[in-house]
C-alpha cells in the first residue's frame, strides 16, 4: 500500500476517531472560557507539518550530511550563540583583572582608597551577573538551536526510512537503525546543545586568559605558560588516548552484556527447558566481569589524571609563587597583578579539563555524524526511475516474465519462472515451504526487483511506474496483519484517505466481522494495541481483509495466515475471501488446500520454479505433484476440513 496515502490516511481517520468519543460536543462553558483561553495561549505553536512524500528525495535531501549544514538552516540562531558564547568568555575573565586594580590602587601602601575598592566589588558584582545572565541566554539559545537541528534530522532520517527498500529492515538492522536514531541522535544533540559551545568558550577563555597573563608581565606570563601548558599538554593527550580506549572497550563490553541478556530473556523457555540456567549464568558472569573490567581501567585512568593536573597546577602555582614573589620584591610586578596571575592560573585549568571531556563528546558527535550519513546515502534498492509515469488504472494481468531472483544475488531462489495470471483470476501458489512462493509475491508488488526477467501488469513493466501509483492498484494482506496503534475505524481506512462510516460498515458486514465489532465496547471505536494482540489471529486477519477491502486494489496480494485458525473462523475467512476475490485478480499463497481448491487456478512451486499449472480439477485429474500433496493433505484429516467448510 502506499506509504504517502496512509499517512494522509491515518491522520484523516484519527480525526474521526476523537469525534465520536460519546457525548455530543456542546462547546466551552461560559464560566470556562476564560480559562480556557488563557489556556489557549500558552499553548504551544506548532508549524503545520508539510506531509507530502516523494519516493524520489529533493536536491536537499540528497545533501551530504554535515553538522555545519544542518545548522546552516538557522542562521539567527547559529549568530546568536556564537555572540554570546563569545561576550560570556569575556566577560567573566574581567573579576581577576579587578581584583588587580582594587589591590593596587586601592589597598597597597600609599595607594590606600575605599572609593576604588567599593567600586571595584561594585563592578566585580556587576560584571559576575551579567557574565551569569549572558550563560543563561547562550543556554537557552543554543539548547533550541539543537532541539530544532535535532527535530530536522530525526525527520530526515525517518523520512528515508520510509523510501528505503524491504531488503534494508532485516531483523538483524531493526537493532541498529533503533541504535541511529536514538544514541546517534542524541549523541549530536548533546554536541549541538553543549559540545560546541562549551568547546568555543573554553577555547575562547584560554586564549583570552593567556593574552591577558602576557599583556600583564610578558616574563612571568612566558614562564608559566612555557612550564606548565606542555606538561598538561602531554599528559592531557595520554589521557585521551587512555580513555578513549577505556571508552571504546567499555562500549563493546555493554553490548556484549546487553545481547547475552536479551538472548537470556528471550530464550528463556529454551534455557529453562534445556537446563541451561547454570551455563548461562556462567557465561553471563563472563560478560559482565569484562565490562567491571573495562570500567575499572577507566576508573584508574581518571584516577590518574585529575590528581595529576592539580599536581602540575600546584607546581605551577608554587612556581610562580617564587618566580612572581621575586620579582614583587624587585618592583617588576605590583602585588595586584601577582594576585590575578593566580587567579587565571586557576582558571587556566578548568577549561583544558573540560576540553577532554568535551572532546570525546566532539568525537562521538562526529561519528555519529557518519553513521546517520550512512544511512542517508544508502540509496533504495527499489526505486523509481527519473522517467516514471503514472501506472493507468489497470484491468489485472499479471505477466512474470523468465523471472530470477535471488536475495544475494550468488543465490537465485526463482530461476526463470514464467505466468500469466488473467484479469479478475485468482492464482493460488502452493509448495513446500521455502519453495520461493512468498518470494514471487513480494516480486509482484516491487518489495524486490527481479534478478532477470521482467513483471508486467497489463503489459506495462511495473518498474516504469512510480511506486506510489503502482501499489495503490495493488493490495496486500500479509500473513500476520498489523494493526497499528489506534482504533478498529483507523486502523480500516488506513489505505485511503477519505473514507465514510458506510462504507466501513459495509467492510466490516462483507467481511464478516459484525460479530467482532457488536461485542466490542465502543465497536469501530474501540482501540486495539499496538500490533493487534488483544484480537485473535483469525479477527486480525479478517481486520487486514476489511483493510485491503476498503482500498479497492486491482489485483490483490494475499498470504494466507498459517497459524492453526479454528474451523469457524476459517469460514469465516473464506466467506470474506470470496467476496474479496471477486472481478479482482488475485495471487492466494495458500498455506491451506481449501484455499487452493477455491482458487481459478493452482500453480504449484518448488525450489524455485513452478512444476505445475491448471485448474484444481485438472490438477487432480493430472495425478502429478498437486494430486499427491492433495492425497497426503487428506490422509491427514484434511477432508474434514473440506467438508466442514
Ligand atoms: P515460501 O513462501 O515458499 O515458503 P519464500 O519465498 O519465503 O518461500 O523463500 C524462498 C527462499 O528464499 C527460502 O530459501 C528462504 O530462506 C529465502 N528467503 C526468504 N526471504 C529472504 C530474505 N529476506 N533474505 C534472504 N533469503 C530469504
Known sequence: MAWGGGWGGAGGAMFGGSQSTGLPFGG??????????????TEPHHEPSDLSFHQRPSAKERERLTLPKMLKVYPGWVVGGSVLVILTSLILQAGPLLTEFAIDHGMVVGHRSLRVILICSALYLAFAVSGAFLQRQQVEVTGKLASRVMHDLRIRVFVHFQRLSLDYFTDEKAGVLMSRMTSDVENLQQLVQDGISSFAAQGLTMIVITAILFSTNVVLAAWTILLIVPLLFVFTLWYHHASEKGYLLSRDRIANVLADLSESLYGIRV????????????????????????NLYTGRVNAIYGPSTNMIGILGSALLLGIGGHMVAEHQLSIGALVAFFLYLNRFFAPIQLLVQQYTTLQQGRSSVIRLREVLQTPPSVDERDDATKLPTIEGRITFE???????????????????????????????????KSTMAKLANRFYDPTSGRILLDGI????????????????????AFLFAGSIRTNLSFGRTSITDEEIEEAIDVVGLRDLIDRLPEGIDTIVHERGQTLSAGERQLLALARAFLARP??????????????????VIEKALDRLLEGRSAILIAHRL???????????????????????????????????MYQAWIESGGRDATRTA
Do not use: C
Not at 466551552?28 to 495561549?41: C, D, H, Q, R, V
Not at 514464467?418 to 519453495?435: K, Q, W
Open 594 to 628: 481449501t484455499t487452493a481448491q477455491r482458487a481459478d487456478r493452482i500453480v504449484v512451486i518448488d525450489r524455485g520454479g513452478i512444476v505445475e499449472v491448471g485448474t484444481p480439477h485438472e490438477l487432480l485429474a493430472n495425478d502429478g505433484a498437486y494430486a499427491a
Open 402 to 436: 523468465n523471472v530470477s531472483f535471488g536475495y544475494s544475488p550468488d543465490n537465485l531462489v526463482l530461476h526463470d519462472v514464467n505466468l500469466e495470471i488473467a484479469p479478475g483470476e485468482s492464482v493460488a501458489f502452493v509448495g513446500p515451504t521455502g519453495a520461493g
Open 271 to 294: 534455557v529453562t527447558a534445556n537446563n541451561r540456567q547454570k551455563r548461562n549464568i556462567r557465561n553471563h558472569r563472563h560478560v559482565v566481569g569484562a565490562y567491571r573490567d573495562a
Open 28 to 41: 466551552i462553558p461560559s464560566e470556562l472560557m476564560g480559562e480556557a483561553t488563557k489556556l489557549m495561549a
Open 461 to 480: 513493466d511495473i518498474r516504469s511506474v512510480t511506486l506510489r501509483s503502482l501499489r495503490s492498484q495493488l493490495g496486500v494482506v500479509p500473513q500476520e
Open 554 to 571: 486491482r489485483v490483490l496480494i494475499l498470504d494466507e495466515a498459517t497459524s492453526s485458525l479454528d474451523l469457524q473462523s476459517e469460514t
